[in-house]
């Protein structure tokens, strides 16, 4: 029987490398704390990302790991946004107390299973507020004449590969955003010609983050500019379906992703994918 490795958000469709799967395993970090990047360190914290048992498709003869993150970082995130949601509406003083309470308790939580004090993260949970909603984070794939995919070496992930992007804008729609991302990260001048994908990056299989995350994931057609990296990157390069690079900013782009991307850009008819 081969053994092979099925992203578990694929559903069937795409097998991770097994250099992903590697990559996945290592994941230490909790990660999106930067208000400017959808991946950065909170402050290096440790944490353990619990793995599903093997199971075996008799069908297709291959196994299939399933991965997710640990049942505390899911629990406090909650909590946290039931405290941020409740001090967005509470009226009463003494119920006041109580969400700020909760609040703290998650921080604690968070803060006894990681390297970072309580309190650095109780402030960073304070400077969220109005009802709690998923972060949203945008990325662009665009190909030259050879169908080659753009991708940027990442700075901040000790310039690991993904694709352009990082938290969308106050003030700009999801397809300014990834327009304005590419053209600071690449160089280049794009327009939006599809949204290929909505994926929740839990569900996706990432590295675990403090927040909830919604992905947005378009494709692009290069309109101008000049390949050029930009103050959060290191390189810019262009990779073939079939020579996708090992080191991926694995917090950004999963390699089953950046498949699906080749397949949206050449089948314009494919309606959006979501989770």
């Not at 092979?4 to 958000?9: A, C, M, T």
Request: charged share 25%.
């Amino acid at each position: 029987m081969a053994c092979e490795y099925l992203h578990p958000s694929d559903a069937g469709r795409t097998l991770m490398r097994e250099a992903d799967l590697e990559a996945w395993g290592r994941m230490t970090r909790l990660c999106n704390a930067c208000p400017k990047d959808a991946s950065t360190d909170l402050c290096g914290a440790a944490m353990a990302v619990r793995t599903i048992p093997l199971i075996v498709d008799p069908l297709k003869q291959k196994v299939i790991v399933a991965m997710a993150e640990p049942d505390w970082l899911t629990w406090t995130r909650e909590l946290q946004a039931i405290a941020q949601t409740g001090l967005a509406f509470v009226r009463d003083p003494y119920d006041r107390e109580r969400y700020e309470m909760l609040r703290a308790l998650a921080s604690r939580i968070m803060a006894a299973h990681t390297a970072t004090p309580a309190e650095r993260i109780e402030a960073l949970f304070a400077g969220e507020s109005g009802y709690a909603t998923p972060k949203t984070d945008v990325r662009g794939a665009a190909f030259d004449d050879k169908s080659r995919l753009l991708m940027v070496r990442e700075a901040a992930d000790s310039n690991r590969w993904t694709l352009p992007g990082g938290w969308a804008d106050v003030n700009l729609t999801a397809a300014e955003s990834v327009i304005k991302e590419m053209r600071e990260e690449s160089g280049l001048v794009v327009s939006v010609r599809k949204l290929a994908a909505v994926w929740d990056r839990t569900r996706q299989g990432h590295s675990p983050g403090v927040f909830s995350c919604c992905k947005l994931f378009f494709i692009c057609d290069i309109m101008g500019g000049t390949a050029a990296t930009g103050p959060e990157t290191s390189e810019v390069g262009w990779f073939a379906e079939d020579e996708l690079p090992d080191d991926l900013s694995l917090g950004r782009v999963l390699s089953s992703q950046l498949r699906r991307m080749f397949v949206h850009a050449r089948e314009a008819t494919l309606p959006t994918e979501f989770d």
